[in-house]
């Protein structure tokens, strides 16, 4: 981390007068719990070690002023020009992040910003969400408007969704920004009430294996499987009023109301309202110290996602199918949005090299793409770097 704070002040001080604000905000995993956060129900992610880095300062004029250093780019626009750029380009996340503060009405003056992160894009691990809570938290620090951190959250998904047209739910921001080094957050995704909960494993690892696939199909996928189900949810309604999200359902209202529908909207919404419980019944077994049990969930989900909800691919389907005899794994599955990315598994602290040493090359062989991995420690959500 050291090295890149250092690297972000230089480039900082190379190309713009005045000491930086320098905020970091990180990337996360998420235990247990997908694609069940815009259905109102729970998650299980924490912040990790990855993260991005903003250096920032307020400028006299309009004129907003950003360099990323992970593709030597620069970009300038006018405040009132400000709109989004070319589909999945790094100034969005900043932009659609400070246009949320004129949205609030706060007035907004021109800045110059320069990012740094080492959040792998693309391998689910929230390099965009870091990116938009690392501006939101700086901007509103630099600006003096005293927003609460929820508030911050809410702004920087809406940047996801207005300036990356994705419409996603709130774990990855919440997580960046409220992350608690050691826990992960046990988040009601509807009444946004959250838990901290211990997580340090004794003798055991979170391993990421990156797929280093990016589909092009996830951010249409994405938005495809909200609508689809939000037409669950509508026919359930139709026959029982106070429903108002796959939260409310049960498999038995599926089977009365959707099923006779519609098989794939089934399936869909099955997956979710399956999801839901497992996570709650997950969070049992992490209080009880049962991680065996709470790792055979974890393949459930793969398999639900894989199959029910389909938002894997067959790179990480073939990870999954390597670790699941083996008993150094105690849990894994695909993470994240999905179309690629990373897995994330539970590894035996003492059989992690052995793994990483057969799978590395296995896969590459049977893939034809590289595999990277992390070992993933969970850090604090988003704060100022102290200089
Ligand atoms: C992406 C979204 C999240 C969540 C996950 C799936 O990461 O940004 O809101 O929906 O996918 O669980």
Redesign the pocket.
Same mark, same amino acid.
């Given at each position: 981390m050291n090295n890149l704070v250092n690297q972000l002040r230089h480039a900082f001080t190379e190309s713009f007068p005045g000491t930086p604000l320098i905020v970091r905000s990180p990337g996360?995993i998420?235990i247990i719990?997908?694609?069940?956060?815009?259905n109102e129900g729970f998650?299980l992610p924490a912040a990790i070690d990855k993260a991005a880095y903003i250096a920032i300062t307020l400028r006299d004029d309009d004129e907003i002023h950003l360099k990323a250093l992970d593709f030597n780019e620069a970009f300038l626009v006018k405040i009132a020009d400000m709109q989004p750029v070319t589909s999945n380009s790094w100034p969005n996340y900043i932009l659609g992040s400070a246009t949320q503060f004129i949205k609030r009405g706060i007035p907004l003056c021109g800045f110059n910003a320069v990012l740094v992160s080492d959040v792998p894009i693309g391998a689910?691990m929230?390099s965009?969400?870091a990116v938009e809570c690392a501006t939101v938290f700086a901007l509103n620090e630099v600006l003096h408007t005293n927003l609460d951190k929820l508030t911050m959250v809410k702004m920087a *998904?809406k940047a996801?969704h207005e300036y990356a047209g994705?419409m996603?739910?709130?774990?990855? *921001?919440f997580a960046s920004m409220m992350g608690k080094k050691d826990h992960v957050i046990k988040l009601d995704c509807r009444s946004l009430a959250y838990e901290y909960v211990p997580f340090k494993l004794e003798g055991i690892k979170v391993v990421l294996l990156n797929t280093n696939v990016k589909h092009s199909l996830a951010s249409t996928e994405?938005n495809t499987r909200r609508k689809e189900c939000e037409q669950a949810v509508a026919w359930v309604r139709a026959h029982v009023p106070n429903v108002s999200s796959l939260r409310d359902v049960t498999e038995e209202m599926l089977d009365n109301y959707v099923l006779p529908n519609d098989e794939l909207i089934d399936r869909r919404s099955r997956y979710v309202v399956q999801e839901i419980g497992r996570l709650l019944s997950g969070c049992e077994d992490l209080r009880q110290g049962n991680v065996q049990a709470l790792g055979k969930k974890m393949f459930e989900t793969h398999e639900g996602l894989q199959n029910m909800y389909a938002?894997s691919c067959k790179e990480l389907d073939w990870l999954i199918d390597q670790v699941k005899g083996n008993e150094a794994v105690i849990g894994a599955r695909m993470?994240?949005?999905?179309f690629g990315g990373c897995t994330v598994n539970l590894v035996k602290e003492d059989a992690v090299d052995a793994l990483i040493d057969t799978i590395k090359p296995a896969y590459e062989a049977a893939m034809n793409l590289p595999l990277t991995y992390y070992v993933a420690s969970i850090e604090n959500g988003t704060e100022i770097i102290q200089v």
């Amino acid at each position: 981390m050291n090295n890149l704070v250092n690297q972000l002040r230089h480039a900082f001080t190379e190309s713009f007068p005045g000491t930086p604000l320098i905020v970091r905000s990180p990337g996360r995993i998420n235990i247990i719990g997908e694609h069940t956060d815009y259905n109102e129900g729970f998650v299980l992610p924490a912040a990790i070690d990855k993260a991005a880095y903003i250096a920032i300062t307020l400028r006299d004029d309009d004129e907003i002023h950003l360099k990323a250093l992970d593709f030597n780019e620069a970009f300038l626009v006018k405040i009132a020009d400000m709109q989004p750029v070319t589909s999945n380009s790094w100034p969005n996340y900043i932009l659609g992040s400070a246009t949320q503060f004129i949205k609030r009405g706060i007035p907004l003056c021109g800045f110059n910003a320069v990012l740094v992160s080492d959040v792998p894009i693309g391998a689910g691990m929230s390099s965009s969400a870091a990116v938009e809570c690392a501006t939101v938290f700086a901007l509103n620090e630099v600006l003096h408007t005293n927003l609460d951190k929820l508030t911050m959250v809410k702004m920087a *998904q809406k940047a996801e969704h207005e300036y990356a047209g994705v419409m996603c739910g709130i774990m990855d *921001q919440f997580a960046s920004m409220m992350g608690k080094k050691d826990h992960v957050i046990k988040l009601d995704c509807r009444s946004l009430a959250y838990e901290y909960v211990p997580f340090k494993l004794e003798g055991i690892k979170v391993v990421l294996l990156n797929t280093n696939v990016k589909h092009s199909l996830a951010s249409t996928e994405y938005n495809t499987r909200r609508k689809e189900c939000e037409q669950a949810v509508a026919w359930v309604r139709a026959h029982v009023p106070n429903v108002s999200s796959l939260r409310d359902v049960t498999e038995e209202m599926l089977d009365n109301y959707v099923l006779p529908n519609d098989e794939l909207i089934d399936r869909r919404s099955r997956y979710v309202v399956q999801e839901i419980g497992r996570l709650l019944s997950g969070c049992e077994d992490l209080r009880q110290g049962n991680v065996q049990a709470l790792g055979k969930k974890m393949f459930e989900t793969h398999e639900g996602l894989q199959n029910m909800y389909a938002v894997s691919c067959k790179e990480l389907d073939w990870l999954i199918d390597q670790v699941k005899g083996n008993e150094a794994v105690i849990g894994a599955r695909m993470m994240g949005g999905g179309f690629g990315g990373c897995t994330v598994n539970l590894v035996k602290e003492d059989a992690v090299d052995a793994l990483i040493d057969t799978i590395k090359p296995a896969y590459e062989a049977a893939m034809n793409l590289p595999l990277t991995y992390y070992v993933a420690s969970i850090e604090n959500g988003t704060e100022i770097i102290q200089v």
